[in-house]
């Protein structure tokens, strides 16, 4: 069973950091990408960052230059730095796996992500 467990949020006042990390079951062969997604209340979720299995990485353009993705295979885990947050980047972020097929997404719970002005 794919299991996906986020931790690492929290409060910051703006231009702040913070860094969040996703273990994840199984290894990073058994995924075509891991990353990060966002959700705030009323609207949808989206993308903020991915890493695919050859490491390349791609990023919601408004935190390109702030935010970071990374991964440690050996730990099976993943990280997103965020560095000088802002306000608009509040919301709950959510780890997500994609099957090496690209059939089936898989999600964590989601981590709280507050930044005050």
């Known amino acids: 069973q794919v299991q996906l467990v986020e931790s690492g949020g929290g409060q910051v006042p703006a231009g702040g950091s913070l860094r969040l990390s996703c273990t994840f079951s199984?290894?990073?062969?058994?995924?075509?990408?891991l990353g990060w997604f966002r959700q705030s209340a009323g609207t949808n979720r989206g993308l903020v960052a991915t890493?695919?299995?050859?490491?390349?990485?791609n990023y919601l353009n408004s935190v390109k230059g702030r935010f970071t993705v990374s991964r440690d295979d050996n730990k099976n885990t993943i990280f997103l730095q965020m560095n000088d947050l802002k306000p608009e980047d509040t919301s709950v972020y959510y780890c997500?796996?994609?099957?090496?097929?690209?059939?089936?997404?898989?999600w964590g719970r989601g981590t709280q992500v507050t930044v005050s002005s």
């Open positions: 199984g290894t990073v062969g058994d995924y075509n990408r």
């Open positions: 997500h796996g994609q099957d090496p097929n690209v059939l089936f997404n898989y």
């Open positions: 890493i695919n299995r050859l490491g390349e990485t």
